[in-house]
């Protein structure tokens, strides 16, 4: 009989490291810390052992045992990642988040491969408000590392938080193209989409998401969100309320659902809402507001007492307070309390004014770039180029100048079709800007100089084609996006048989109507007198260079003499338009612009 040979001291030890790891891959801390610690009786100074102790350690909750762990583990092993990128782990796990960026940069400096550090310095650095350094970390693995999934949608994350949604959505659309079963990547592809008020896509998406797993709440939600994007207020009305059948007391929910129901026109279904919002937490500064913005709601002295005494409190948020702020703003000038009304008008504007990233002095030079670009010679040489349709109808100038007025007067005609405020102007810039980063300096608005005919053609139908979904077979249809007074130039190149509409309101009536108004999203320049003034101001000067280079191009209708003299103005429009008169535009305030019976199957069918 054969003698059996010996098993080496080394490869026994190999042998039960090995069977470590599997306790610790089954979660066995307790059993894995007991055997480790035996083992390194024998072995004191093995690698291995010791980084599987201080593992055991953290997830059994001996923080301080797993560091001392560690501080004898890096006497021994100093060049050892892992070693950095636990000690990380375990200041992580006692939320000690400025020790554990400091261990993690250690580990990838020593190994780049350690995703979970890279990945981990990035959501703190993101949650420590350096949102550009994470972004910076993400970008640093992705150069080594090419296409990481995960990393990609940490990267895309951030550009959401950042506001840079061209970049969130590139990323996303690649990822989605490299494994289309990452079903977390394509949810935030639809978030990112009804962002940018593609809500059309989203609603692909979104379905898309549905067949995967009807049952979750994250993509019934997105669903919901894309249905009220296009309109179709019913159908997330019908959603939002099986959401909520589930759990009763969402704030959200319930604010969702009374903004869709003020939509309808359901204005006393929509305050039981709100105030069901905010019933469900109390410091919900959106659901207050949201009442105070249907303009016509009385708050009691009691709503106004737990109004102050939230928006005074320590814990309230800094998003709760502004809202509270405009809120008590509204209410308190419905009483007549003008000065106490001023101050929370200028707290909530102050609030809100801090987290905003506007530059006013940018617009102001690419307003400026325009007009030198953009002179009658410059449009002379370039006319008869574009897509011909006459379909839009433009309506641009500053929020509360009564554009929404024009829109319900114009909508209330036969072959007029009211939309929303559509984003495909601003999106179309965006996208010709050609930015590598958002640091680099925009093409935008030089890059007209370069648009061939076939490329102005295309853009413009391209964007005919984009806003099919928001219509249904009338001719003209309305574009109220004000900021696209902004853009005038693009659209005249793309779509020169489109009609302009410049609606003007008095400086101070418009300005200080802005400073009183907290909008959902964007017209950052309102939280400031000053920056509103010197917005006015440019778009005043923007508009008057179109005047003189494109005379007779554009209507500006004074909101001041629309109310004086409703008929003439009216019939002044719709000649501007070459439409006929019809008595209907007299009697706007009979014409329902939410959408549609005809426009929601559209949708549905889309």
């Known amino acids: 009989m054969a003698a059996t040979e010996p098993i080496s001291t080394g490869s026994r030890i190999e042998a039960e490291v090995r069977r470590l790891r599997g306790l610790v891959e089954k979660r066995e801390f307790a059993r894995a810390l007991a055997d480790a610690g035996r083992l390194l009786e024998e072995v004191p100074e093995n690698r291995d052992v010791l980084y599987l102790v201080a593992v055991s350690q953290r997830y059994l909750g001996r923080i301080d045992g797993a560091l001392g762990t560690l501080r004898r583990f890096e006497e021994l092993h100093p060049d050892f990642g892992r070693l950095f990128q636990e000690r990380g782990h375990c200041y992580r796990t006692a939320g000690q988040s400025t020790p554990a960026i400091e261990a993690y940069r250690h580990a990838v400096a020593l190994n780049p491969s350690l995703l979970a550090s890279w990945k981990a310095l990035a959501v703190l650095c993101r949650a420590a408000g350096q949102t550009g350094e994470a972004e910076r970390i993400l970008r640093q693995f992705l150069l080594k590392y090419g296409n990481h999934l995960e990393a990609m949608r940490l990267l895309a994350q951030i550009g959401l938080q950042l506001d840079v949604l061209d970049d969130a959505e590139f990323l996303l659309e690649s990822l989605l193209t490299f494994d289309p079963s990452y079903h977390i990547a394509r949810y935030?592809?639809?978030?990112?989409?009804?962002?940018?008020?593609?809500?059309?896509?989203?609603?692909?998406?979104?379905?898309?998401?549905?067949?995967?797993?009807?049952?979750?709440?994250?993509f019934r939600t997105v669903y919901a969100t894309a249905c009220v994007g296009l309109g179709d207020h019913e159908e997330a009305l019908r959603m939002y309320r099986e959401l909520l059948a589930d759990t009763p007391q969402n704030p959200e929910l319930h604010l969702s659902i009374a903004h869709a129901l003020k939509t309808q026109g359901q204005r006393s279904e929509a305050i039981e809402s709100y105030r069901a919002a905010a019933a469900a937490r109390?410091?919900?500064?959106?659901?207050?507001?949201?009442?105070?913005?249907?303009?016509?709601?009385?708050?009691?002295?009691?709503?106004?007492?737990?109004?102050?005494?939230?928006?005074?409190?320590?814990?309230?948020?800094?998003?709760?307070?502004?809202?509270?702020?405009?809120?008590?703003?509204?209410?308190?000038?419905?009483?007549?309390?003008?000065?106490?009304?001023?101050?929370?008008?200028?707290?909530?504007?102050?609030?809100?004014?801090?987290?905003?990233?506007?530059?006013?002095?940018?617009?102001?030079?690419?307003?400026?770039?325009?007009?030198?670009?953009?002179?009658?010679?410059?449009?002379?040489?370039?006319?008869?180029?574009?897509?011909?349709?006459?379909?839009?109808?433009?309506?641009?100038?500053?929020?509360?100048?009564?554009?929404?007025?024009?829109?319900?007067?114009?909508?209330?005609?036969?072959?007029?079709?009211?939309?929303?405020?559509?984003?495909?102007?601003?999106?179309?810039?965006?996208?010709?800007?050609?930015?590598?980063?958002?640091?680099?300096?925009?093409r935008y608005p030089a890059l007209l100089a370069d648009l061939?005919?076939?490329?102005?053609?295309?853009?413009?139908?391209?964007?005919?084609?984009?806003?099919?979904?928001?219509?249904?077979?009338?001719p003209y249809f309305i574009d109220k996006m004000p900021n696209n007074f902004r853009h005038i130039g693009l659209i005249h190149l793309i779509l020169p048989n489109a009609r302009i509409i410049d609606?003007?309101?008095?400086?101070?009536?418009?300005?200080?109507?802005?400073?009183?108004?907290?909008?959902?999203?964007?017209?950052?320049?309102?939280?400031?007198?000053?920056?509103?003034?010197?917005?006015?101001?440019?778009?005043?000067?923007?508009m008057a260079h179109w005047d003189a280079v494109l005379p007779g191009r554009i209507l500006r209708v004074q909101h001041e003499s629309v109310v004086e003299?409703?008929?003439?103005?009216?019939?002044?429009?719709?000649?501007?338009?070459?439409?006929?008169?019809?008595?209907?535009?007299?009697?706007?305030?009979?014409?329902?612009?939410?959408?549609?019976?005809?426009?929601?199957?559209?949708?549905?069918?889309?």
Not at 190 to 217: F, M, Q, S, Y
Not at 517 to 536: K, N, P, V
């Open 188 to 218: 935030d592809y639809a978030v990112v989409l009804g962002k940018r008020h593609k809500h059309a896509t989203a609603l692909e998406e979104a379905r898309k998401l549905l067949k995967i797993d009807p049952r979750n709440r994250a």
């Open 282 to 442: 109390a410091d919900f500064g959106d659901a207050w507001w949201s009442l105070a913005n249907l303009k016509t709601y009385r708050f009691t002295d009691e709503e106004l007492t737990r109004m102050r005494q939230i928006e005074a409190a320590d814990a309230t948020r800094l998003v709760d307070r502004y809202h509270l702020c405009f809120a008590l703003g509204k209410a308190l000038e419905d009483r007549g309390e003008y000065e106490e009304s001023f101050r929370y008008y200028e707290r909530g504007n102050a609030f809100k004014k801090s987290e905003s990233r506007f530059d006013l002095g940018a617009m102001e030079r690419n307003l400026g770039l325009q007009a030198s670009l953009c002179t009658r010679e410059f449009l002379a040489a370039r006319a008869g180029g574009g897509c011909q349709r006459p379909d839009p109808i433009f309506i641009v100038g500053l929020p509360r100048s009564g554009s929404t007025l024009i829109e319900q007067i114009l909508a209330s005609h036969s072959q007029v079709e009211g939309t929303m405020e559509l984003a495909d102007i601003p999106r179309m810039t965006q996208q010709l800007s050609g930015r590598e980063n958002r640091d680099a300096p925009s």
């Open 452 to 474: 061939a005919p076939a490329e102005r053609l295309r853009l413009g139908e391209k964007y005919i084609a984009d806003t099919r979904v928001y219509r249904t077979d009338k």
């Open 503 to 542: 609606a003007r309101r008095e400086p101070l009536a418009c300005c200080f109507s802005n400073f009183k108004q907290l909008f959902a999203s964007g017209q950052e320049f309102t939280y400031s007198l000053e920056d509103i003034g010197r917005y006015y101001r440019a778009y005043v000067d923007a």
């Open 565 to 606: 003299d409703l008929e003439g103005n009216v019939r002044r429009l719709l000649d501007f338009l070459g439409l006929p008169f019809e008595a209907a535009c007299i009697e706007f305030y009979r014409t329902d612009l939410s959408c549609p019976a005809d426009r929601r199957a559209l949708i549905r069918d889309a």
